[in-house]
């Protein structure tokens, strides 16, 4: 593996090997292919981050399904009820369907809180949850991550699709932030 990067301000040194990542990947996609082989499910990938994760998961699930690519935005609304979220991208019905959420990172489980609550009001059979990478110290919502790659402690990575300030999503490898 190389050596410490520096992206704009800031150095990263490896942290997970893509032979790693790559074995993680391969446990999730046996899991779904036994776990949801009678559900046709519909994989919704949330961009950008979780692109390369789709990429290599979806190569390796054998069961019928159908992708789409979703991006979740936040924006505050006129009413007094605060910030509403909206998810960009889904065209398919996805009533009565087992859904299942493809993400490359639960930290606090903000994001996926929200999706999950949009996602309920469409009426769907079930919500799955796939994440790469999971920071279980960080984690407090009580919305199960049932196929998680890598638990990681509470550290900022890149790489395999995250980026810092928009770079590093195309390395192979994850890195964390070096000291
Ligand atoms: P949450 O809502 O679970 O706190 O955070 C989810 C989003 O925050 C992820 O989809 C990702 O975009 C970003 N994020 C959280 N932790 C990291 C990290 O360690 N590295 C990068 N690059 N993004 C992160």
Do not use: W
């Not at 040194?13 to 074995?23: C, G, L, Q, R, T």
């Not at 936040?74 to 087992?98: D, K, M, P, Q, W």
């Amino acid at each position: 593996m190389e050596q410490i990067i520096t992206i704009k301000d800031k150095k990263f040194k490896p942290f997970i090997e893509d032979s790693v990542i790559a074995k993680a990947v391969d446990s999730i996609a046996q899991k779904i292919n036994s776990e949801l082989s009678h559900e046709f499910p519909v994989f919704l990938v949330v961009l950008n981050g979780s692109f390369m994760f789709a990429s290599d998961l979806l190569k390796k699930v054998s069961i019928p399904c159908e992708i789409s690519f979703i991006k979740v935005a936040s924006y505050h609304g006129t009413t007094s009820t605060g910030s509403v979220t909206e998810l960009i991208g889904l065209t398919e019905n996805i009533a009565n369907r087992t859904v299942v959420i493809v993400e490359d990172i639960v930290d606090t489980g903000v994001t996926l809180e929200k999706l999950v609550s949009v996602l309920k009001g469409k009426n769907v059979k079930q919500i799955k949850v796939a994440s790469a990478l999971l920071k279980p110290e960080s984690y407090k919502k009580d919305i199960a991550v049932d196929y998680v790659g890598i638990e990681i402690k509470n550290e900022f990575v890149i790489g395999y699709g995250l980026d810092y300030d928009g770079l590093g999503r195309n390395l192979k490898d994850i890195y964390v932030l070096a000291e």
